[in-house]
């Protein structure tokens, strides 16, 4: 059974610091790797994609990639109160995404 | 309007009734995807399509079935609905690969009693 975990959290980070989200996957085969974020009730939203490994940023958000250890991470500098959801981390194989349970942020004041 | 368009939004039916979800999207996309998230375990896979005459199961499709109308619908059946299809359920769509990513409608709530 191919699998995406997450740590379900809740992971709660002050306002105006980094939060790190993780996520590690089974298939080795998977080529692209996704994270989403989900408000309650909503659904998710692509934040950023990531298929070479290393480190991708797009404005506050960068995403890390190690396919040698099959992880997959998101870094939210500068936390708002705005970015308290649901974070999904998603690998790719054969045009077919399998998300981990995600993880709940909360930013708090 | 919405790129990718669920109805209806809500509903709640009955054990052993016939119900049809359908999802219809402007963008384009080939590939169309039916997912149900349920607390605490994250979104799962029910059919996917790459065209209109291909149609494939994915992770949890037992009592579930699809129909890909034209390259812009897709449609998800529960034959004989139970309590514990009761879920959020998502349509989705990607372009060739997924290197970008999915596109999600809004979702639908089901709610089986």
């Known amino acids: 059974q191919k699998e995406v975990e997450q740590n379900s959290g809740p992971l709660s980070v002050p306002e105006g610091a980094i939060a790190s989200l993780n996520c590690t996957y089974s298939d080795r085969g998977s080529q692209s790797f996704f994270w989403y974020r989900q408000y309650s009730g909503k659904s998710p939203e692509l934040i950023m994609f990531?298929?070479?490994?290393g480190d991708k940023e797009d404005g506050r958000f960068t995403a890390q990639l190690n396919k040698a250890s099959q992880y997959v991470s998101l870094l939210i500098r500068d936390s708002q109160p705005s970015d308290s959801a649901t974070y999904l981390c998603?690998?790719?194989?054969?045009?077919?995404?399998?998300f981990g349970s995600g993880t709940r942020l909360s930013i708090r004041p | 309007d919405a790129d990718v368009t669920q109805t209806p939004r809500n509903r709640i039916t009955k054990t052993g009734k016939r119900i049809m979800l359908e999802c219809s999207q402007t963008?384009?996309?080939?590939?169309m995807y039916w997912y149900r998230q349920d607390p605490g375990l994250g979104l799962r896979l029910i059919y996917y399509s790459f065209d209109v005459k291909d149609i494939n199961k994915g992770e949890i499709s037992d009592g579930y079935s699809v129909s890909r109308q034209a390259q812009a619908k897709f449609s998800l059946s529960l034959e004989s609905a139970i309590p514990n299809q009761t879920a959020l359920y998502f349509c989705?769509?990607?372009?060739?690969?997924?290197?970008?990513?999915?596109?999600f409608g809004s979702g639908t709530r089901l709610t089986v009693v």
């Open positions: 963008k384009g996309h080939d590939r």
């Open positions: 989705a769509t990607s372009d060739y690969g997924t290197g970008g990513g999915y596109t």
């Open positions: 998603g690998s790719s194989s054969a045009s077919k995404i399998i």
């Open positions: 990531i298929y070479s490994n």
